[in-house]
């Protein structure tokens, strides 16, 4: 939380003289390793596992492996006496995570770094965690070591303070995944995933979770790109979002300092830190020539979304399952077409005809609209959709479907858009994302581009490529059209705010010139809400209802109106 004297800490503490035993706890990881194992050791192997696997241990070669949780054991056909045990495990476990203690004999530093164990207390999952013969440290001082080094950045004092929020829980979560004593090249993706678990339990933004997530999933990008196992155009497409490429350098810097005293500097064929930071400076550019291609080329199409998960609909009692059930529905069907949609939870600006959703429409089927939510719901499934932006006056879908997804789409996601279906097919993964990006070829990749340019040459703002690029890393940094709110300066050209709220609502327009839907082809959106293109809620059917019920979905209810 960018605490002054916390921060002070972090930045100074001497945490390498605890080399490869790891910070000082009150109950340290041998103890607890030791009596884990004493009280399961008279068990069967199938119950030993089944209670290690209940909370989360994997027996590994330095201790245990795996992310430490205490929910309760649950099995009806346990006895008794594994009942007791599984009690006596999850007691330890609690004793060992968020009960611990940081004993370094430093009172403010004892204070600060307990009060870091036990407010995310998987860390003490990886303090003492022996790491295999190239690293000096323990994976948990190599985590703090790391995150001292991106703190002490020049870069770092630059980021704003949700960036640097950013860097500090990347840093200390990027190895929770690493199994101890042994080389592990797939930890990179298991502490990814150990991630999304511990950051469901906090108010974070999806979106700022997102970003963290991904930043752990491909914390080795570095060592890839230098042995030339991974390309500029792949590191680019992974950290696309402007906001993200300084803090990949940052961390990429760091990590790589801090496995030994000098590995980073022989890697690299340098002597001194200034030489290394040239050297890394130099890989990096490789690397934003491609970002800045990104940026040049983006098409930039803003919806209207709503806030609060649709708290602020009207709420509508229907029969579900022969059952009475509550949901939030917005009928635009019952709005006038200058109505506010103020009340309902949007920004002050937008009107129903105002209104523009990026919408995926599927049969309405349990099964089929599970396997959205599934995929949609983790970002490391990296998977790319097609969808359609819609309004309440022009709303062709896909085959004239009815029902689907309200998607939540990152600017820095949209890959291709154009007026008519593109037949994008089949083609969803992170490569086919990659290739639509870096392809100029096609109309579709610079539709909505040009027509921006056109618009802004209309107010007298003529763009050259790299011109565009630096008014699109402004814009990929924003959410709401609402939010551009100050004139922008881009060299010596200024576009009015105005001007360009004007230019990016105008060629938004363009998406529906043509005589069916039209297609968006985006990478990792979040699922916001369904919608329903009938005209009152009970033309929806049960499989729809109920889904909308169980998750907790607003639904927006929008009659066809080609």
């Not at 007791?84 to 609690?94: L, N, P």
């Not at 004092?157 to 190895?175: M, P, Q, R």
């Not at 809400?529 to 909308?548: D, T, Y």
């Not at 169980?550 to 927006?556: A, V, Y």
Request: glycine share 6%.
């Amino acid at each position: 939380n960018n605490n002054p004297a916390t921060d002070n800490l972090l930045k100074n503490f001497d945490f390498a003289k605890y080399g490869k035993s790891g910070l000082p706890l009150e109950y340290s990881r041998t103890e607890f390793t030791q009596n884990i194992e004493n009280l399961i050791k008279d068990l069967s192997s199938g119950n030993q596992q089944q209670i290690l696997g209940n909370f989360g241990l994997i027996r590994g070669e330095a201790g245990f492996d795996g992310l430490p949780n205490n929910k309760p054991f649950e099995n009806q056909d346990a006895s008794s006496d594994l009942l007791e045990i599984a009690q006596k495990v999850q007691h330890e476990i609690e004793k060992f995570t968020a009960q611990n203690n940081v004993k370094t004999g430093d009172k403010e530093a004892d204070e600060i770094l307990t009060a870091l164990v036990q407010g995310l207390p998987e860390f003490t999952s990886i303090v003492g965690k022996e790491q295999h013969g190239t690293h000096d440290y323990s994976v948990d001082i190599h985590s703090l070591k790391v995150l001292q080094s991106a703190m002490n950045d020049p870069l770092y004092e630059n980021l704003s303070d949700t960036d640097k929020f950013i860097v500090k829980i990347s840093a200390l979560c990027h190895d929770f995944g690493k199994r101890g004593g042994v080389v592990d090249k797939g930890h990179a993706n298991k502490s990814a995933e150990y991630a999304i678990a511990l950051l469901e339990r906090y108010n974070i933004p999806q979106r700022i979770k997102d970003r963290i997530i991904d930043i752990i999933d491909n914390h080795h990008w570095f060592e890839a790109y230098c042995n030339g196992t991974v390309s500029a155009e792949e590191v680019a497409i992974r950290c696309r979002r402007p906001e993200d490429f300084v803090i990949y350098e940052i961390l990429a810097k760091a990590d790589f300092a801090n496995v030994n005293e000098t590995m980073h500097y022989e890697r690299s064929g340098v002597k001194t830190q200034e030489e290394f930071d040239k050297y890394i400076a130099d890989k990096m550019q490789g690397i934003e020539k491609k970002l800045n291609y990104i940026y040049s080329k983006a098409n930039l199409i803003f919806d209207t979304k709503f806030t609060q998960n649709g708290e602020k609909f009207t709420r509508q009692t229907i029969e579900i399952d022969g059952k009475p059930a509550e949901l939030k529905v917005l009928n635009m069907n019952n709005l006038d077409d200058d109505a506010s949609l103020e009340q309902f939870g949007f920004a002050p600006t937008v009107t129903k005809e105002g209104y523009r959703a990026f919408v995926h429409m599927t049969d309405p089927k349990t099964e089929n609209l599970e396997t959205v939510y599934v995929l949609t719901k983790n970002s490391l499934n990296q998977s790319s959709w097609s969808v359609s932006l819609v309004k309440p006056s022009e709303n062709y879908t896909y085959y004239d479907k009815k029902f689907g997804f309200i998607y939540d789409v990152d600017q820095a996601n949209i890959a291709q858009a154009y007026k008519y279906n593109i037949g994008s097919g089949c083609r969803k993964q992170l490569d086919d994302f990659q290739e639509d990006v870096f392809d100029d070829k096609t109309l579709e990749r610079t539709f909505v581009q040009k027509k921006i340019i056109e618009e802004l040459q209309k107010k007298g703002v003529e763009l050259n490529s790299d011109e565009y690029a630096k008014l699109s890393k402004y814009l990929l940094r924003k959410r709401y059209i609402t939010q551009i709110k100050k004139d922008i300066k881009i060299g010596e050209k200024v576009i009015k705010a105005s001007d360009l709220v004007e230019a990016l609502e105008n060629s938004r327009e363009i998406l529906f010139s043509g005589r069916d839907h039209n297609e968006i082809v985006v990478l990792n959106p979040r699922i916001i809400g369904l919608i329903a293109m009938v005209n009152e809620l009970e033309n929806c059917p049960q499989s729809f209802l109920r889904f909308a019920h169980e998750r907790d979905l607003p639904i927006i209810i929008m009659k066809r109106s080609y």
